[in-house]
């Protein structure tokens, strides 16, 4: 119940059913086009993608932290590499799957979340086409 006092690490209290969240921003440049769109996005075309990952906790490592942050960095940097400079559609997660942006969100998710600690979840994540374009992805417990 909300508002009940658990001593948290240190000696601190917190709220039960509190939770925290980490915020991770990357990037990567990749093309794709949408087979079987009525418009230009059907054509080859390119983005500068952005990527913001919402990781959450219950409780804090020894150190205090979600995750460390050059952690975080490792994993994203890795998934992204595999997307980085790349014709989406030709990559084995988009040969038969559209790489729309909420495909790319999904992926990333789906990929991330096998790679975390234990007690750390993706909670979202959102793959931006431009500035004003984007979409994510989440599951809901």
């Not at 508002?3 to 093309?31: C, D, Q, V």
């Not at 942050?69 to 992204?80: C, M, N, P, Y």
Request: net charge negative; proline share 3%; glycine share 8%.
């Amino acid at each position: 119940m909300l508002g009940w006092k658990i001593a948290g690490p240190r000696g601190r209290f917190r709220l039960r059913n509190t939770m925290y969240e980490l915020l991770f921003k990357s990037h990567f440049a990749a093309a794709h086009n949408l087979r079987g769109y009525q418009g230009d996005c059907e054509r080859l075309h390119g983005h500068n993608w952005r990527v913001d990952v919402a990781l959450t906790a219950d409780r804090l490592d020894r150190m205090g932290m979600v995750v460390d942050f050059r952690e975080v960095k490792a994993l994203v940097d890795g998934l992204l590499k595999e997307l980085d400079h790349h014709y989406l559609n030709e990559l084995p997660a988009f040969e038969e799957t559209n790489p729309t942006t909420e495909n790319v969100a999904e992926w990333i998710f789906k990929h991330m979340a096998t790679h975390l600690p234990d007690g750390v979840k993706v909670h979202k994540v959102t793959a931006w086409e431009s500035d004003n374009c984007g979409a994510s992805y989440a599951e809901q417990a």
